[in-house]
């Protein structure tokens, strides 16, 4: 049981180079997220998905973008990097009833944008 | 706008001295309180789980506790295993779809 797998574990990108962010779940978890994490911010929610088929924007959406065709993986993608989006990145899954049983969560991607 | 606040920003204390941490929340309707521990370089993890007004919730030397207005996490004669960085979190609303934001977090240390 792998539990939340994120790769890469570190990126470095140039400015204006895109990517995806891999995030996977064998626990057949319905509910997913993406946050950033910046020193002295905590975690920063980028998007959300409750589904497959169905995902919601958090509260710094700006630059990324995910889809959830299954229930196991929930990508993200960064279309055009800028240096503001070096951060770490978690990805989190939890099971039905939404995250009231609590988040799982992976080991982050260290991504750096020169 | 949804906010959570956590205080202070960083704690230091001697192994056995006791203290609580602090979160405070403005949510549209709370559905429900979260308490993560996260150590250096790695994911979150989840601690506890409140609903109401009123509840606890215990954990070795940890205890959480919720208002209507906050959230405390004591800590009970703490170990220096028990430094960390915890992190508060709300989810909002009336629905298991609502998002859930977190607070900035707690540098917890301490010292043998």
């Known amino acids: 049981n792998a539990g939340v797998t994120q790769t890469p574990k570190f990126q470095v990108l140039k400015t204006g180079q895109s990517m995806t962010l891999q995030c996977a779940q064998d626990?057949?978890?319905?509910?997913m997220s993406w946050y950033r994490q910046d020193p002295g911010m905590g975690l920063r929610l980028i998007h959300y998905s409750v589904g497959a088929g169905i995902t919601d924007q958090g509260e710094v959406p700006n630059g990324y973008n995910v889809s959830r065709s299954t229930t196991e993986d929930f990508p993200l993608r960064l279309l055009s990097a800028a240096p503001s989006q070096t951060s770490v990145y978690f990805c989190?899954?939890?099971?039905?009833?939404?995250?009231?049983?609590?988040?799982?969560f992976g080991s982050g991607t260290r991504l750096t944008v020169v | 706008e949804d906010q959570v606040t956590q205080s202070p920003e960083a704690l230091r204390l001697q192994e056995g001295e006791s203290s609580s941490l602090n979160c405070s929340y403005t949510v549209s309707g709370l559905r429900g309180l979260f308490w993560y521990r996260q150590d250096p370089g790695k994911g979150p993890e989840f601690l506890f789980t409140l609903y109401s007004a009123g509840e606890e919730k215990e954990k070795e030397r940890l205890k959480a506790t919720l208002t209507k207005k906050e959230s405390f996490l004591h800590i009970t004669a703490p170990k220096p295993e028990d430094s960390a960085t915890y992190l508060c979190a709300v989810q909002a609303g009336y629905s298991s779809a609502s998002k859930i934001i977190f607070g900035s977090g707690t540098r917890l240390s301490i010292r043998p």
């Open positions: 626990m057949n978890h319905e509910y």
């Open positions: 989190a899954s939890s099971g039905t009833g939404g995250a009231s049983y609590g988040y799982t």
